[in-house]
């Protein structure tokens, strides 16, 4: 089965989707981009992203393409012309196609979009979680605006590399003073020993994850305590439990940590509740959302869409 993207207007064939060699993402990294986890066919934590990506182009003052009802159909149409049940919707935005000048091009320059979508397959997922995975630990070297979901991500491309190379999963992100920032493509997370939830505070160190806040409440709701405050790596050594959260990990159990366990180097028993009482919060939310725009409906039954 052929895989649809959509590109500046038009569904194209994955294989045969382009941009033209001008788009300032291409050349600035001058675009910004969401990531939808999607569970039964409907996009996990819809709103969450939307106002994050409002955020983002904002912050970088790259005009919204469209509203969020016409991006909300396009993105579940993605969905259902793919015919993903689970998976992830991953959706860019570029300041659009100009002559290259670091200025911005004038304002009636269009922005760049384009849509992808991919399954995952949830047993694997599930499985890892059940393991845990191990993390490395390197200098945080990028940019001081985190908290803007940029696709500018080389280091974070060459961090998970060099997790990728240690044999880990993940790669944790130190700064200058010693404390754990976030993960390459994920939030960090302990549980100290007096049971406490401990996550970086949301500033412009890190990328304020949709997760992370969807965890955070449910948290809050489940009487559990929180806190929001950096920590450091010999903080994860003495903590009794670890995690990263984010769209595609949900909520993943760390075990080691620079080749060393943390606790008994097993997952959690705080944790692998927590991604339960999450992976239910979510198919119950994609339940509500199905009943939305009918083209859910479509992606859930696994039928073909009317194009
Ligand atoms: N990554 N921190 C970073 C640096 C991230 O790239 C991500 C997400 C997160 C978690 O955010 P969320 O819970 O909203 O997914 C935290 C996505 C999945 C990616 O780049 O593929």
Not at 75 to 82: A, M
Not at 84 to 95: A, C, F, H, P, V
Not at 107 to 130: H, L, V, Y
Not at 141 to 166: G, H
Request: charged letters at 25%; aromatic letters at 6%.
């Amino acid at each position: 089965m052929s895989r649809i993207a959509y590109v500046n207007g038009h569904f194209v064939s994955h294989r045969h989707a382009c941009i033209h060699i001008e788009d300032r993402g291409n050349q600035f990294a001058d675009a910004v981009y969401e990531v939808w986890g999607v569970r039964n066919g409907a996009l996990m934590d819809f709103e969450g992203h939307m106002l994050r990506l409002a955020r983002s182009l904002t912050e970088l003052q790259i005009h919204r393409p469209m509203g969020d009802a016409a991006l909300g159909t396009i993105l579940s149409r993605v969905v259902s012309l793919n015919y993903i049940r689970n998976g992830l919707i991953y959706l860019q935005i570029s300041r659009g196609q100009a002559r290259r000048d670091h200025v911005f091009p004038p304002p009636d320059t269009r922005p760049g979009i384009m849509i992808t979508a991919k399954p995952i397959n949830f047993e694997k997922a599930e499985s890892r979680a059940r393991k845990g995975i191990s993390v490395i630990t390197q200098p945080d070297t990028r940019w001081a605006r985190r908290d803007i979901k940029s696709v500018s991500l080389l280091p974070n491309v060459l961090a998970r590399q060099a997790a990728a190379e240690a044999g880990a999963g993940e790669c944790w992100m130190i700064d200058r003073e010693g404390f754990i920032t976030e993960a390459s493509a994920s939030n960090a997370w302990i549980v100290n020993s007096d049971g406490t939830l401990i996550t970086r505070p949301a500033t412009h160190d890190i990328l304020n994850g949709i997760t992370r806040r969807t965890l955070f409440d449910l948290a809050r709701k489940a009487g559990l305590k929180t806190q929001e405050r950096a920590f450091t790596r010999d903080e994860v050594l003495a903590a009794r439990e670890a995690f990263v959260t984010s769209a595609s990990a949900l909520l993943t159990p760390v075990v080691e940590i620079d080749g060393k366990a943390v606790a008994n180097g097993h997952p959690g028993t705080f944790s692998l509740q927590l991604r339960e009482s999450y992976v239910a919060t979510a198919n119950d939310r994609a339940r509500k959302q199905v009943n939305r725009p009918s083209v859910w409906l479509v992606a859930r039954r696994g039928e073909r869409p009317v194009t």
